[in-house]
């Protein structure tokens, strides 16, 4: 895999203002994991309009939670760690300053649900239908995201000699690899989480049809969050600028979380001797 080119796409004329790959890869995927989400609402009967309408404070609950997400979980030391956006507050909000570098997917998720949910409340739907409907596309979304890490060169694992190991500027390589020779390749961790999100997608769109009579309202978005973590925490392994608690990567402590919790739920739910809880649900 060659190296990529600049992470500014082109330049907005008359304004004078850059605009990134990663942020385009990012809308792209927001845009593909709406589409899914179109299709989902059309095959279940519902008007399709209520995905494009709860896509707008999606999208700004979900970027504000990516930011504040990665801002929180940044490593100490530098000028993009926890320390030094507090020195420099305004580097929190400044996306024209180097595009939207700097998201966290969990806290993305958090806030795209909060979203949801608050858009569900004012145009009386279910939250959890609602929310199966538009994970589905969820996984794809991140795939297509994650390429954005590519361009910015950036999500990349220890060196390697693997032959789809990946070439990193030094310029953008962490201090502990700065020594290595130009020719070192790197475990493309992006790429990783990229492939395990297209398969997460193929799987959540294989249950939610193949399974649909089976299924309950909030079923699909509990498999989501069995699904996702599991390849994240693999991927956390390729993390050399994870942040960490007690030498345990913060993602793979919030992944186990998430997959322990979430299965209790399906489980939960699923109980033989709660035939009653489909027709309660909301």
Same mark, same amino acid.
């Given at each position: 895999?060659?190296?990529?080119?600049?992470?500014?796409?082109?330049?907005?004329?008359?304004?004078?203002?850059?605009?990134?790959?990663?942020? @385009?890869?990012?809308?792209?995927?927001?845009?593909?994991?709406?589409?899914?989400?179109?299709?989902?609402?059309?095959?279940?009967?519902?008007?399709?309009?209520?995905?494009?309408?709860?896509?707008?404070?999606?999208?700004?609950?979900?970027?504000?939670?990516?930011?504040?997400?990665?801002?929180?979980?940044?490593?100490?030391?530098?000028?993009?760690?926890?320390?030094?956006?507090?020195?420099?507050?305004?580097?929190?909000?400044?996306?024209?300053?180097?595009?939207?570098?700097?998201?966290?997917?969990?806290?993305?998720?958090?806030?795209?649900?909060?979203?949801?949910?608050?858009?569900?409340?004012?145009?009386?739907?279910?939250?959890?239908?609602?929310?199966?409907?538009?994970?589905?596309?969820?996984?794809?979304?991140?795939?297509?995201?994650?390429?954005?890490?590519?361009?910015?060169?950036?999500?990349?694992?220890?060196?390697?000699?693997?032959?789809?190991?990946?070439?990193?500027?030094?310029?953008?390589?962490?201090?502990?690899?700065?020594?290595?020779?130009?020719?070192?390749?790197?475990?493309?961790?992006?790429?990783?989480?990229?492939?395990?999100?297209?398969?997460?997608?193929?799987?959540?769109?294989?249950?939610?049809?193949?399974?649909?009579?089976?299924?309950?309202?909030?079923?699909?978005? @509990?498999?989501?969050?069995? @699904?996702?973590?599991?390849?994240?925490?693999?991927?956390?392994?390729?993390?050399?600028?994870?942040?960490?608690?007690?030498?345990?990567?913060?993602?793979?402590?919030?992944?186990?979380?998430?997959?322990?919790?979430?299965?209790?739920?399906?489980?939960?739910?699923?109980?033989?001797?709660?035939?009653?809880?489909?027709?309660?649900?909301?």
């Amino acid at each position: 895999m060659p190296l990529p080119p600049d992470p500014e796409a082109f330049v907005i004329p008359f304004i004078d203002r850059p605009v990134y790959w990663y942020g @385009l890869m990012v809308t792209l995927g927001t845009l593909a994991a709406a589409y899914v989400a179109d299709r989902e609402a059309r095959r279940h009967g519902h008007n399709p309009d209520h995905v494009w309408n709860a896509l707008i404070p999606c999208m700004i609950l979900g970027l504000l939670g990516a930011r504040l997400y990665h801002v929180v979980s940044s490593p100490a030391g530098g000028g993009t760690s926890l320390s030094g956006y507090l020195k420099d507050p305004m580097s929190i909000v400044a996306f024209w300053d180097g595009g939207l570098r700097g998201l966290g997917i969990y806290g993305a998720v958090v806030g795209g649900l909060l979203g949801l949910w608050l858009y569900t409340r004012w145009a009386k739907l279910s939250f959890r239908e609602w929310a199966d409907i538009c994970v589905v596309g969820v996984p794809l979304g991140q795939a297509i995201g994650r390429w954005g890490n590519w361009f910015n060169q950036e999500l990349y694992g220890n060196p390697t000699k693997l032959p789809w190991g990946i070439p990193i500027a030094p310029e953008y390589r962490l201090p502990q690899f700065a020594a290595e020779p130009e020719s070192t390749r790197f475990h493309p961790s992006f790429l990783y989480e990229s492939l395990w999100s297209v398969l997460s997608f193929f799987v959540l769109s294989y249950i939610a049809h193949r399974w649909d009579d089976r299924l309950r309202h909030g079923d699909l978005v @509990l498999l989501y969050l069995i @699904l996702y973590p599991a390849g994240r925490y693999l991927v956390e392994l390729q993390r050399p600028d994870a942040w960490t608690w007690a030498g345990i990567p913060v993602a793979q402590i919030v992944s186990v979380a998430s997959i322990v919790a979430a299965s209790v739920a399906l489980i939960w739910r699923h109980r033989s001797d709660r035939p009653a809880l489909a027709a309660a649900e909301d």
